[in-house]
């Protein structure tokens, strides 16, 4: 490229983490998707917007009085008290008469007017010379958080409605504002937030949205309505493309073609490694409608479900019925291959608005998510595993717990599902007894003592993506510190042996779900460890086919013994990328 046309066009670099090329016109969202934006509505909206705030007043209201229950049983009833006063502002008939009278009057979304009122009355009572008042005001902000949070559970997003296909620049977005994109309308997302690992970025390679995630503050340099080109493969925003750019890209999209013919060549072809091991391949699922995708791209079931992605966007939670129907169409539609459940990993950055309260933690990846969440909601608990026990009387299902850390975690687990197999033989339902049941190994105690773990489930799975975040101490989700979020990190790679030893003296299975099994760069490390499966996204499948069936078993092992004498992520990702190269160095581009 010439510097004539360099200066013409600007260019972001970001990290690419859903493949594919995006051009078209940009919509720019600024607001952190927590704040709440403003739209029009209709006359004919109102007493649908209205109703929309009597449930959010009822739900906040039920949240309120849970909490002070729990706090009542745990500290004592005087501490509970307080939250009378957060119920004294939802039940405040003047503030509630406001907010009905400004939505006729200025016809917007009611989570805009509520949250307007509510600073007003907020506003006046904390200029007030009086502690108490002083006190109330930060009551109402509270609990203003609290329902506007409950709205917003239900509500679509003003920016999700746009109906032009766009490509969507965002300071941040959440998985569950992802998981609810059409594809024929957002044609690429870019955000100033974000890593390759955040559910956001697995969200969008699910939907196979190309996307680019950690600009930093691109959201401020750009204005809706210019044009771009998105290039997901390299993490590339290019702002007003020059001509030369265009043409180089229309190349290297009929390269790109013709890599991804290749490889559908492969789809019915077995991930066999050249020397002749069998490694199993599945799909990653975050949606039941994305399971066409699993046999398109030519993956042996689904070996990670994450269960959690259908409730973020919805009211309640799903009853055992709903959940049984749906477990069951996947089942079926991937049998006799294997579909893995994993049960609710509610928490971290996935929080279902409106469905359960989670509160706001300080550390929310280390806080109530996954099975800690599901240990103490037995119900909801209880009502997902008869679900997933009633679909495996139909399909290959198998059960994993998500985030065990221990032992005693480990068998709570397994007792309440041996109690909900129990009721289900007393009532004469069916399931499969022969069921696989699994622990997923992302924590790095389980890691340790996977040995003790082992003895006790039919396989593992191992979820990178927390396993690297916590033994790294380092956030997953967080652009600024991505440098230090090293896959071949030398401690992150003595854990993984860990795991894999253990799991074969005691005679299961492990696999890898994290995004480290979708990473061609990495496939030798992995095979070398000894893994039995690999379940990667849907679209990063046929690579990972290619990879394995260009390599030999042996060769990776030998390659993992050298590994394991050096003392750098860097060093180590080198050596990989050797034998990745040699092997199938067309992929890497
Ligand atoms: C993981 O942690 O690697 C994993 C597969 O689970 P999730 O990405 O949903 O946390
Ligand atoms: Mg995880």
Known sequence: MSDDNARQEIRFQGAGVSPGVARGTIHVVRDDFDDVARHPIEHSQIANEIGRFETALIQTRMQILEMQQKIAESIGAKDAGIFDAHLLVIEDRTLIDEVLRKLESDLCNVEWVFQEVAAGYSETLSKIDDPYLR???????????????NLQGKAPKPFLAITEPHILIAHNLTPSDTATMDRARVLGIATDFG?????????A???EIPAIVGLHDVTEKL???ENVLLDGYTGLLIVDPT????ARYEEMEVWRVQVARDLKQLRDTKSTTRDGHHIVLSANIELPTDVDSVSTHGAEGIGLYRTEFLYLNRGTLPNEEEQYETYRKVAEHVRPDPLIIRTFDLGGDKLAAGTVD???EMNPFLGWRAI????????????????ILRASAVGNVKIMFPMIS?????????SVLNECKDELRKSGIEFSEAAEAGAMIEVPSAAISADALAREVDFFSIGTNDLIQYTIAVDRGNERIAHLYEPTHPAVLRLLKMIADAAHANNIWVGVCGEMAGDIALTPLLLGFGVDELSASAVLVPRVKRAVQSLALDECKQLVDEILKLETASEILVRCLELANKRYGDLLG
């Open 223 to 225: 204005e809706t309505g």
């Open 135 to 149: 006190e109330r005001a930060l009551d109402i902000q509270d609990v203003t958080k609290r329902v506007v949070r």
């Open 195 to 203: 890593s390759r690992t955040s559910h956001t970025a697995i969200m």
């Open 205 to 207: 390679r699910s939907l």
């Open 358 to 360: 989670l509160g706001d």
């Open 372 to 387: 800690r969440f599901c240990l103490e909601n037995i119900d909801i608990f209880k009502t997902q595993l008869r679900a």
């Open 243 to 246: 001509p030369e750019t265009l």
């Open 406 to 414: 221990g032992l005693e975690e480990l068998r709570r687990a397994m």
